[in-house]
Structure formats: structure tokens, C-alpha cells
T-cell receptor, first 118, second 112 residues
């Protein structure tokens, strides 16, 4: 089955800890994205990557870090610098602008990771 | 900052009725538009995309686009209780496609 997987489904973090959220896709997509969703709010972009070994900050990158060493994987680390990390984290992927063209690139989402700070 | 606006709702319709969801966007250059459905506690799933002015139908769903007025809407005919969810409108950044801008979503409840 092709798709996007995220793990763990639920994650609990103590104050001062760094935690890493996993995102893997086997869709052969070039582009990958991380979003944060808070209750009653829309999706806010944390980081995105259009190609391996390259990534860009989104609107709320402070306190987060990412890597893109493989096309299939885009892990997100929530650092202790992120003061209010409790949220629902969503990973998405798309074919990529360069391949699909600006008018048709479509994002598909993984099942999400719910992070809670204890 | 590009803006995508949706009425947060909640929108309640009786079973079998037509539900109408609206979205406006600020970037006049936007070329493509997407509707996602998100059930409570789940991730968004794509239900419709539209690129040209006019209507696009897919089963009980119809997306309508009016670029001159900068709005896109989603109609759900013969609404079912299983349609109860939050519907997100998404508009890619038109010149780079580097990110999608999402509305905050409209919560729909279909009453049996």
C-alpha cells in the first residue's frame, strides 16, 4: 500500500525534553511538509522540503528542526525551545511543483501525531 | 501573508439537504483550490480539487470556483450524517507552490 505513515500516534513529552516525530512516505513524492494544528484552528506550516537535502522554514519554525536525508523521510524534532508544543502534528507530501506543475500539485496527509507536554 | 477565509460555523443541516460551504482567498493570482474533509481527531483527506472557473462535480460533491470574485465553494447534496466533519479550504501559493494556505475550516453537522 502506498501512503504516508507517522509515528508515534501519541507522544508525551516532559518539560525540557527534545522529541522526534517520524514521517515516512512511499509515494515517491519529492515534497514533504510539517504542519501544526491547535484545537479550533487551521493548519500552520512549520517546515517544508521540496527536495532531498533542502528544507525551508514555514510560518512557525521557531523551536523546531528537521532533516531530509532521504526522499522517503522527513523527521521533525520538537526542541525544548518550543514553549507550547502540545498540538496535533501533521505530515504531508506532494509530487512537487517541478514535476506536477503549479496548477495541480496536491498535498496528502499522514494520520498525525498528537503531542502532549506533561 | 496570503489569507484564506472560511465561516467557522457550526453549520447544521438536516439529513438529505444541501450543505453549502464557502471560502474566499486574498491572492488574485491563485490557480488551484482544494477541499479537505477532517473528521474529529483525524487527519485531513482530500475530497475535491478545482482549477477552472465554474462547477466541478464528483458524486454528491460539487465545487464551484469564481476567480473574479475570489471565492470557491463546496456543495454537498443529499447530506448524510457521515458527512459531519470539518471542511478545510486550501489554496497553494501560486507562484512557487512552496506552501498551501489553509482556512480554519467550517464545522458541518448533519442531523438525522
Amino acid at each position: 500500500d502506498g501512503g504516508i505513515t507517522q509515528s508515534p500516534k501519541y507522544l508525551f513529552r516532559k518539560e525540557g525534553q527534545n522529541v522526534t516525530l517520524s514521517c515516512e512516505q512511499n509515494l515517491n513524492h519529492d515534497a514533504m511538509y510539517w504542519y501544526r494544528q491547535d484545537p479550533g484552528q487551521g493548519l500552520r506550516l512549520i517546515y517544508y522540503s521540496q527536495i532531498v537535502n533542502d528544507f525551508q522554514k514555514g510560518d512557525i519554525a521557531e523551536g523546531y528542526s528537521v532533516s531530509r536525508e532521504k526522499k522517503e523521510s522527513f523527521p521533525l524534532t520538537v526542541t525544548s525551545a518550543q514553549k507550547n508544543p502540545t498540538a496535533f502534528y501533521l505530515c504531508a507530501s506532494s509530487i512537487g511543483f517541478g514535476t506536477s506543475g503549479r496548477n495541480t500539485d496536491t498535498q496528502y496527509f499522514g494520520p498525525g501525531t498528537r503531542l502532549t507536554v506533561l | 501573508q496570503k489569507e484564506v477565509e472560511q465561516n467557522s460555523g457550526p453549520l447544521s443541516v438536516p439529513e438529505g439537504a444541501i450543505a453549502s460551504l464557502n471560502c474566499t482567498y486574498s491572492d488574485r493570482g491563485s490557480q488551484s483550490f482544494f477541499w479537505y474533509r477532517q473528521y474529529s481527531g483525524k487527519s485531513p483527506e482530500l475530497i475535491m480539487s478545482i482549477y477552472s472557473n465554474g462547477d466541478k462535480e464528483d458524486g454528491r460533491f460539487t465545487a464551484q470556483l469564481n476567480k473574479a470574485s475570489q471565492y470557491v465553494s463546496l456543495l454537498i447534496r443529499d447530506s448524510q450524517p457521515s458527512d459531519s466533519a470539518t471542511y478545510l479550504c486550501a489554496v497553494p501559493e501560486w507562484n512557487t507552490g512552496n506552501q498551501f494556505y489553509f482556512g480554519t475550516g467550517t464545522s458541518l453537522t448533519v442531523i438525522p
